[in-house]
Nanobody, 119 residues
């Protein structure tokens, strides 16, 4: 059984910073793309950033230059450093990963961590 567990969310004032972490656990053979998505009330879930096992990154236009995604392959973790936060960054942030276990490759989601940015 594979699990993704996020941490690091919270309440911060506009202009502040937060660092999200996501730990993968279980019978994991390989982790391919890892990423962060977010969903604000009334909105669809949207991509924030992704990173491949070779550290190639993709960012949404709305966060490029403010957020940085990174990963530690040995620890099976992915991080999202969020700087210069804006009220519109308020959302439930989800970790996502493509993971292969014994004989199968599937896509997994974490339970989400809330980020609230006050103006």
């Amino acid at each position: 059984q594979v699990q993704l567990v996020e941490s690091g969310g919270g309440l911060v004032q506009a202009g502040g910073s937060l660092r999200l972490s996501c730990a993968a656990s279980g019978s994991i053979l390989s982790i391919y793309v890892m990423g962060w998505y977010r969903q604000a009330p009334g909105n669809q879930r949207e991509l924030v950033a992704t990173i491949t096992s070779g550290s190639t990154t993709v960012y949404a236009d709305s966060v490029r230059g403010r957020f940085t995604i990174s990963r530690d392959n040995a620890k099976k973790m992915v991080y999202l450093q969020m700087n210069s936060l804006k009220p519109e960054d308020t959302a439930l942030y989800y970790c996502n990963a493509d993971i292969s276990t014994w004989g199968r490759r599937n896509n997994y989601w974490g339970q989400g961590t809330q980020v609230t940015v006050s103006s």
